[in-house]
C-alpha cells in the first residue's frame, strides 16, 4: 500500500521559513513525478512545485522563494518555502505519479496523495 506523509506545516509569521517533508512508503518514486500542491480555504487546489524525473517546475507565484529537492535514497521530496506570505497560507497536498509527467500541474494525473499539512502565515 502506498503511502504519502507529509509533515512541518505550522504557523509562521511573514518574511519566515517553512521547510516540508513527504515521505513515501510502498513504492519508489524515483525515476517519476512528485510534486506540491496547496488549497487555500474557498479555492481550487493550485500547483505549487514538481520534480519530474529531475526536471524542476514552479509556479510563478512561488519562485525565487520556495525550492523544492528530494532525497530518493529516502524516498522523500521537501519543500523549503522562504520569504513567506500571508497568501502562502493553505493546506499543503503532497502527490506523487508513477510515471513521469510533462503536465505536472495537472491534479488527475497523479495517482497518489498526501493527508496534507497545514502552512498558515501571518501579517
Known amino acids: 500500500q502506498v503511502q504519502l506523509v507529509e509533515s512541518g506545516g505550522g504557523l509562521v509569521q511573514a518574511g519566515g521559513s517553512l521547510r516540508l517533508s513527504c515521505a513515501a512508503s510502498?513504492?519508489?518514486?524515483?525515476?517519476?513525478?512528485m510534486g506540491w500542491f496547496r488549497q487555500a480555504p474557498g479555492k481550487e487546489r493550485e500547483f505549487v512545485a514538481a520534480?519530474?524525473?529531475?526536471?524542476?517546475y514552479y509556479a510563478d507565484s512561488v519562485k525565487g522563494r520556495f525550492t523544492i529537492s528530494r532525497d530518493n535514497a529516502k524516498n522523500t521530496v521537501y519543500l523549503q518555502m522562504n520569504s513567506l506570505k500571508p497568501e502562502d497560507t493553505a493546506v499543503y497536498y503532497c502527490?506523487?505519479?508513477?510515471?513521469?509527467?510533462?503536465?505536472?500541474?495537472?491534479?488527475?494525473?497523479?495517482?497518489?496523495w498526501g493527508q496534507g499539512t497545514q502552512v498558515s502565515v501571518s501579517s
Open positions: 520534480n519530474s524525473a529531475g526536471r524542476i
Open positions: 510502498g513504492r519508489t518514486f524515483s525515476s517519476s513525478t
Open positions: 502527490a506523487a505519479s508513477i510515471v513521469p509527467l510533462s503536465l505536472v500541474g495537472t491534479t488527475r494525473a497523479y495517482h497518489y
